[in-house]
């Protein structure tokens, strides 16, 4: 049985967008970056209204105030959808408590092959919940069946389902946990429970469960006279959201360099999983969190056009509207007749475990076609289709994999709910700017010491940090008296030199002895 990857996860709230990354074995493999704070959340229930129906499509459009209406179709309404809109019509007719949901009366489920025109009339208010964020031209998309996530527990209104996640295996399990949660759900609540639940107690269901429906009935308790659009309940932040769904027995450390956030996701945890509270530490190195953990200089790697992952082999990525196009080649290895096919499948089996990680860390969505080296043994061909298989079961986003056709191309698709994540990891000219143009290379300490003079006098600082690309550093470094200290005699200040692998050649970044960024 192979050893279970060591994870930590690294969060980077230094700026107005917070970086979270994801690390297995120190290796990256999933990277976000989210506003601190984000709207229009896969997740975020909204107090929406009807803008126009579509009967050609059997959906509508709903404005929830975002610049394009969101696309609200029939399929998406959920059969409770009548009981729900009579709940909501309730809640917002009364002031103070609205009827507690244990003593309200369900409405009939609507038809499943019906007609949105006969269920919604344009201007009608109704509560939806983002199932897919913006991406490119395209609005939201919308659902009416809403739904809670908790940690180990999904609440469903107006249901009386309770579903167990497939990934517990035991049946002994499966029986107890659906025993337990059909005895202590609420009246008209159906609950999903999640993988994360297997062998958990009795008290931590119920008070999760009681948690998911105080949020529930508190948002009703708030929308007399409301008027859309309008947030109701939103997601937790992303990151909690990230630790929520991620946090397991393998997780090994989450490192944060904000006070207030690190507060925020202890307390958190504490709720949650008190046991995993250790592995929240708190950062606090002098250099940046990214370039301390070495992911920097991965994203450097891992983001272009081309990627390189074995032995002079690569992968070259494109993307279009339509789909994603990935080209394995095996570079500059042996390519002779006698060992062809066996250089072919080596490479590939190499480039399924390099795609799979490339689809996580670029949150890559839709239609993805895999061009591998040809290969003739059937045999072959289906020991790349499991590998592909083995590889993607850590991919906790829906999708689904392909045997290779009679050309040679695997087929992918992976559910897109967020935008891709597309980081473009080319640099400016360092030498020209983008103009064409270069002022003498050699002339650059000049221009560095003349920059770093000019901020001391004007800031007065007697400390200064400059992060520069590591070459720079290695520059300003060197020797028995570095020129960095050089320059620090004769500024009276004492100057240190970071490298960091983010910048471009010659770009400067400056820092007073407080941390905070001196505008050049």
């Known amino acids: 049985m192979s050893k279970e990857s060591e994870k930590e996860l690294i969060i980077d709230a230094s700026s107005p967008e917070i970086s979270i990354a994801l690390l297995e074995d120190k290796q990256l493999v999933e990277l976000k970056k989210e506003k601190s704070d984000p709207k229009y959340s896969v997740g975020d229930i909204y107090l929406g209204r009807v803008k126009k129906i579509m009967p050609g499509l059997n959906a509508a459009f709903v404005d929830i105030g975002y610049g394009k209406d969101a696309f609200l179709h029939y399929l998406d309404l959920g059969p409770q959808f009548n009981s729900l809109n009579k709940y909501l019509s309730l809640a917002l007719s009364h002031k103070g408590r609205v009827i507690p949901m244990h003593k309200f009366k369900r409405e009939q489920d609507i038809p499943k092959d019906g007609k ?9 208010n109704v509560l939806v919940q983002i199932v897919k964020e913006p991406i490119s031209t395209k609005g939201p998309r919308l659902s009416s069946e809403v739904s809670l996530a908790g940690r180990h527990l999904v609440l469903i209104p107006f249901s009386d389902k309770v579903s167990i996640s497939q990934k517990i295996e035991s049946d002994e399990e499966r029986n107890r946990l659906k025993r337990l949660l059909l005895s202590i759900r609420p009246k008209n609540f159906g609950t999903i429970v999640r993988t994360v639940a297997e062998d958990k107690k009795v008290a931590v269901l119920d008070s999760e469960l009681r948690g998911l429906v105080k949020k529930w009935e508190m948002a009703f308790e708030n929308l007399h006279g409301t008027h859309p659009p309008k947030l109701v309940i939103s997601e937790i932040n992303r990151t909690t959201a990230i630790v929520r769904d991620i946090l397991n027995v393998s997780f090994n450390s989450i490192y944060i360099n904000d006070k207030a956030l690190f507060l925020e996701m202890k307390d958190y945890i504490s709720t949650i999983a008190p046991e995993k509270k250790k592995i929240l530490k708190l950062f606090s190195g002098s250099e940046p969190i990214f370039e301390k953990y070495g992911i920097n200089k991965q994203i450097k790697l891992l983001f272009g056009r081309t990627v390189s992952f074995k032995n002079g082999a690569y992968m070259i990525i494109e993307h279009t509207e339509a789909l994603h196009v990935i080209d394995v080649n095996s570079g500059n290895r042996s390519k002779s007749m006698a060992n062809q096919e066996t250089n072919a499948l080596e490479v590939n089996l190499a480039a399924a475990k390099e795609i799979a990680r490339q689809l996580r860390l670029r949150d890559m969505g839709g239609i993805i076609v895999v061009d591998f080296i040809d290969m003739i043994s059937n045999e072959h061909k289906n020991m790349l289709f499991e590998k592909m298989k083995e590889a993607m079961d850590a991919d906790r986003t829906k999708h689904n994999i392909l045997p290779l056709s009679k ?3 695997m087929q992918i698709t992976r559910q897109r709910v967020r935008p891709e994540m597309n980081i473009d990891v080319s640099e400016k000219c360092p030498s020209c700017e983008g103009t064409g143009k270069i002022s003498p290379s050699i002339m650059f300490p000049e221009k560095l010491m003349e920059t770093i003079r000019t901020a001391v006098e004007q800031f007065k600082l007697k400390k200064l940090t400059i992060h520069v ?12 008296f570095p ?3 050089k320059w620090g005699k004769e500024t009276d200040c004492r100057i240190t030199a970071k490298p960091e692998t983010s910048q471009s050649l010659f770009e400067i970044r400056m820092f007073t002895s407080d941390g905070e960024e001196i505008p050049l």
């Open 116 to 124: 949105i025109s006969d269920i919604l009339k344009a201007g009608q």
């Open 407 to 409: 050309f040679g191309l």
């Open 483 to 485: 020129i960095i200290r």
């Open 469 to 480: 690309h590591p070459f720079i550093e290695a520059y300003l470094n060197r020797g028995v």
